[in-house]
């Protein structure tokens, strides 16, 4: 039977069973996603408004109740038939007095295809109303799509709108977004606009993909940016988004911005594990994702790693294999034939990198027509 060259020898055979029985906490489940914008972000909820739009059975735009001042009343329906009823959602203080104020706006809900709870979604502006009505209209053609391209363009036409609800909306969806469809946006608002808000402790689960954005757009600016905040990493020790940051270094400088964080992170043994964290997390998100040139300098960079930081290896390959990259498979399984971890749960953990990788290869096999 022909073997690839990184298939587990004898060594770590002995603990298989172990790696196998370990939850696949390390990297998902095998179809994982390929990377992601996401990987970085601090905790933005883990479904989108358009998520929610899709698991939608009945879709309103509601006001409050005149009989009853804290409940919602349906003004229109966009989705589904309308209900006779009662939304159980109450209405806030804040809400209504907006409302009050504003006769022609509304709020936009949402009932569960799951389990028919009702959620808020939206404020409603009435000079936003067309918009949420477009937006709801689309998310029907979004459900019989696996294809996320239209979702995503939809969205980024909307990087001039005014209203920072809105651009939150967008944000969360760019968030989700794979970072390859990422990099094909054409990103309009220059870095000035992208920064607002990078250094606010509310603005902070949105920080990190605006940040990717700022790479993606690639202007003077940006750049500028970038190197000042990547020189603070290295001399202070700070992490605070350093994944992103160091993404965004890589996208705007290619083979140079690997260099950079090889040499200003992975190597230096006294930088702290969070940077060292980060960083790997931005090399294994262009190694799936990113300029498939850089590649070879990600592969140059990872092989120094585990030749001369060993105690990395469990971490090279939580981190890739998190992102769906199994294939640092052939280096990372040296480090086991060698016997050069020492702790079980690092063997563990690279063991099931590597079974994790055996069964990605297999499934490609049986793919091929």
């Not at 990099?183 to 940040?211: V, Y």
Request: aromatic content about 8%; proline content about 5%; some cysteine.
């Amino acid at each position: 039977m022909n073997r690839p060259a990184w298939h587990i020898r004898p060594f770590a055979r002995s603990i298989r069973a172990a790696a196998l029985a370990v939850p696949l906490i390390f990297f998902g489940s095998l179809g994982a996603h390929m990377a992601a914008a996401c990987s970085f972000h601090v905790k933005l909820p883990d479904k989108t408004i358009s998520d929610y739009l899709v698991d939608s059975t009945v879709v309103v735009l509601a006001r409050e109740d005149p009989a009853n001042q804290w409940t919602y009343r349906p003004v229109a329906v966009l989705k589904g038939d309308e209900t006779t009823a009662a939304i159980d959602l109450f209405i806030p203080s804040t809400t209504r007095r907006r409302l009050a104020n504003n006769p022609d706006d509304s709020v936009l809900l949402a009932r569960s295809r799951s389990d028919g709870s009702w959620r808020r979604l939206a404020y409603v502006a009435s000079e936003n109303r067309a918009l949420f009505e477009r937006l709801v209209k689309n998310s029907d053609t979004w459900i019989q799509s696996a294809d996320n391209a239209a979702r995503l363009g939809f969205f980024a036409e909307l990087q001039d709108h005014p209203d920072k609800s809105v651009q939150r909306f967008m944000l969360a969806e760019f968030d989700r977004a794979t970072y390859r469809d990422l990099r094909q946006l054409e990103i309009r608002r220059p870095t000035e606009f992208l920064a607002q808000g990078l250094w606010q402790p509310f603005e902070q689960p949105w920080a990190p993909i605006r940040i990717l954005l700022i790479g993606v757009r690639g202007d003077p600016e940006g750049r500028a940016l970038v190197e000042k905040t990547i020189t603070a990493a290295e001399t202070t020790g700070w992490s605070m988004h350093l994944g992103a940051w160091a993404a965004a270094l890589v996208e705007m400088e290619g083979e140079a911005g690997v260099e950079r964080l090889r040499s200003g992170f992975l190597v230096r043994a006294e930088k702290p594990q969070q940077q060292i964290e980060a960083v790997l997390t931005a090399l294994a998100v262009h190694g799936a994702g990113g300029d498939p040139d850089l590649r070879a300098a990600i592969d140059e960079a990872l092989a120094e790693l585990v030749t001369g930081r060993p105690d990395l290896v469990a971490m090279i390959a939580r981190i890739f294999g998190a992102q769906g990259d199994y294939s640092r498979a052939p280096l990372l399984s040296a480090t086991l034939e060698k016997r050069r971890l020492k702790s079980p749960s690092d063997i563990i953990t690279v063991a099931t990198y590597l079974s994790l990788a055996r069964q990605s290869a297999t499934k490609q096999v049986r793919a091929e027509p």
